[in-house]
């Protein structure tokens, strides 16, 4: 059985993701969990919560999100129940795009529901604090600078997500030239840390103050080889590859723009 998550039933449900993810899902779910262009779902067997799925839907494009299935209850076809779920929810509010990203143990799930693959992200991981000397092109983000922030990821990933940048302008970061034209920014609230830039020094100046810290987790799309490259000689972890997957009509996205996690907390 298939529920609407209610407020009430958040808490235990850290149990569900697995470890390697290190994802507080409660603190995640408790952010979401009242904007109207976030719903979340559990499923129910013997009263028991066994597995979870999300999406986040704005107009016309759409994202699946932690379709998680409790590792006690794998392999029952529980995560292709969900997933058919959330994808007729979408269907259901106009989606034309449906959009994931999925781990290695997903994949085959969604491409046997009609989810194509477009492209991967490698994961990397800072693992020790990095020395870094930033640069006075580096600024904190001003309210003058929201329309240059929407207009750069409108640009990135092809869809509307003013609701989710506002969320977490307050305390970012933006690349400006010597006019203070915005070439990039980095959102640390954002997710694990978005960072998006239509400039490659500004990319790989922003990356590397994200990875200046300890703990910081980045995917990169591996068509921006010049972000990948630094991150390998800053020597970071290297985690499992990912993948995008796609359902419905194609949006236009640039993903050399993304130099971390353009999905944010999707996926």
Same mark, same amino acid.
């Not at 994808?87 to 969604?110: D, H, P, R, S």
């Not at 640009?155 to 969320?167: M, V």
């Given at each position: ?18 470890? #390697? ?12 969990? +009242? ?9 129910? $067997? ?83 604090? +990095?020395?870094?000397?930033?640069? +006075? ?14 207009? =750069?990821? $409108? ?25 203070? #034209? =915005?070439?990039?920014?980095? *959102? ?17 100046? =922003? ?15 591996? #068509? ?5 490259? =630094? ?9 499992? +590859?990912?993948?995008?997957?796609? *359902? ?20």
């Amino acid at each position: 059985m298939i529920n609407k998550l209610n407020e009430s039933e958040i808490n235990g449900l850290n149990k569900l993701p697995p470890l #390697e993810w290190d994802h507080d899902y409660q603190v995640f779910l408790r952010d979401f969990i +009242n904007e109207d262009y976030f719903f979340a779902f559990i499923q129910i $067997q013997n009263n028991n919560i066994v597995g979870t799925g999300n999406v986040f839907v704005k107009g016309k494009i759409g994202w699946l999100a932690n379709i998680i299935v409790h590792e006690n209850h794998r392999g029952k076809g529980l995560g292709h129940q969900m997933t058919k779920y959330l994808v007729n929810f979408l269907k259901g509010k106009g989606c034309e795009t449906q959009l994931l990203v999925a781990t290695e143990l997903g994949e085959t799930i969604y491409k046997k529901i009609g989810f194509r693959k477009l492209t991967e992200y490698q994961c990397f991981e800072s693992v020790k604090d +990095n020395n870094m000397n930033t640069t +006075n092109c580096i600024q904190k983000l001003k309210a003058s600078d929201l329309e240059s922030i929407y207009k =750069l990821d $409108q640009e990135t990933n092809g869809e509307n997500r003013i609701h989710l940048l506002d969320k977490f302008c307050n305390n970012g970061l933006g690349y400006f030239n010597k006019k203070r #034209e =915005l070439l990039g920014f980095y *959102l640390p609230e954002f997710g694990k840390g978005l960072v998006l830039s239509r400039d490659e020094q500004a990319g790989m100046e =922003l990356l590397e103050l994200k990875h200046s810290k300890k703990g910081k987790r980045t995917l990169i799309p591996i #068509e921006n080889q010049t972000g990948i490259r =630094l991150l390998e000689k800053m020597k970071l972890k290297k985690g499992a +590859n990912c993948s995008r997957m796609i *359902l419905g009509k194609e949006n236009n996205w640039k993903p050399n723009f993304i130099y971390s996690y353009g999905s944010g907390y999707c996926g």
